[in-house]
């Protein structure tokens, strides 16, 4: 199994690309993913850095979006980026820290939607007090 990005993939495969889909996905989640050696968290946070080095920034960028939902902290995505800078170099860390503070910043926007939803829910139920609490902690 992968993700949503990697089914979505495999979904849109045509005849001329399907045959490596499958076998990218096989690979990578199978045999990549698939072994508990190195735990998920890590795992992300190696392929940042060589995705960063191949300055490959699509999917670096999927894999920064992975990175974040496998518990990397906003201090250990900087620090891979200030990694990624040293060996790299200057333009290739620019290059990261834009798509991160993009990837950053709509992620903060998904759960300030989500806490809106929340509090909206709870106001139709007539649970304002709850709110107002909930402002105070």
């Known amino acids: ?50 995705i960063g ?11 920064f979006r992975g990175a974040i939902k496998n518990g990397v902290s906003k201090n250990e995505l900087r620090a891979i980026i200030h990694v990624i800078g040293i060996y790299c170099g200057v333009p290739q860390a620019v290059e990261c820290f834009r798509v991160a503070r993009k990837v950053l910043k709509e992620e903060k926007r998904k759960i300030d939607k989500e806490i809106k939803k929340h509090r909206d829910r709870l106001a139709s139920r007539g649970n304002d007090k709850v709110l107002v609490q909930d402002k105070k902690t």
Request: net charge negative; charged share 25%.
């Open 53 to 63: 080095a191949l300055g490959k920034m699509t999917e670096w960028e999927t894999h």
């Open 1 to 50: 199994g992968g993700n949503q990005y990697d089914e979505k993939n495999l979904n849109e495969a045509d005849d001329f690309t399907k045959p490596f889909q499958e076998a990218m996905t096989s690979w990578c989640w199978g045999f990549g993913w698939g072994d508990e050696v190195i735990d998920a968290k890590t795992r992300s946070m190696m392929n940042l850095s060589m």
